[in-house]
């Protein structure tokens, strides 16, 4: 694959390329890539479980015109690895796990039951969860940080000017270094 273009790669659960009428959907257009699941046809019951992954690396040139990237997925985890600094990152899944590297200025995590882990920098980052774990690693001072769960565990280390944490049943761990403004944490139980 060339370095200066966009490279998707799916593959099938024992290690297959997926048949055409299997296979994701995507295009580009204005910038904007939309992937969707196969082609509609008939349900077919089968005994097996056939799960997928789907790989899409952009090129690093690129990342500099990239101002907003936004995931969302149902139940498939999402992981981010980004090597340069974008705009906005969005990730929204309902029961995937998502793992999310890179440097931000904003970043918005939002899940119902999957485990939010965040390593990298932000100005400043959400995240929502219902009953998923949230591990946050600052590897940069962030302007703000707000981490909002049901009952999911919360876990924040680094360096930020204000925080805002909020469970309702779930522990709090936190660890913070440099100078810190604000913090307000509100737990029930």
């Known amino acids: 694959s060339s370095t200066d273009s966009l490279s998707i790669r799916e593959t099938a659960s024992d290690g297959s390329t997926p048949k055409e009428g299997d296979a994701l959907r995507w295009k580009l257009d204005n910038g904007k890539l939309t992937v969707r699941y196969a082609r509609p046809r008939r349900l077919t019951v089968t005994s097996t479980t056939r799960s997928k992954s789907l790989e899409i690396c952009i090129p690093t040139a690129w990342l500099e015109n990239v101002q907003t ?3 969302r997925a149902v139940s498939a985890d999402v ?3 980004l090597p340069e600094r974008i705009g906005t990152l969005s990730v929204e899944t309902v029961s995937g796990n998502m793992h999310v590297n890179g440097d931000f200025k904003d970043v918005n995590l939002d899940t119902t ?3 939010t882990t ?3 920098g932000a100005d400043i980052l959400n995240t929502d ?3 998923g ?3 946050i690693s600052l590897l940069r001072p962030a302007r703000s940080v707000e981490v909002d ?3 999911g565990n919360v876990s924040v280390s680094g360096s930020t000017e204000e925080m805002k944490l909020d469970t309702v049943s779930g522990d709090m761990d936190i660890t913070l270094t440099g100078t810190v403004y604000a913090v307000k944490a509100d737990t029930t139980s």
Do not use: K, M, Q
Request: neutral net charge; hydrophobic residues 35%; aromatic residues 4%.
């Open 79 to 81: 992981d981010v690895n």
């Open 118 to 120: 965040f390593a990298g």
């Open 69 to 71: 990237l936004r995931v």
């Open 149 to 151: 769960t049901t009952s």
């Open 113 to 115: 039951s999957g485990t």
């Open 129 to 131: 969860s219902i009953s």
């Open 133 to 135: 774990t949230v591990t």
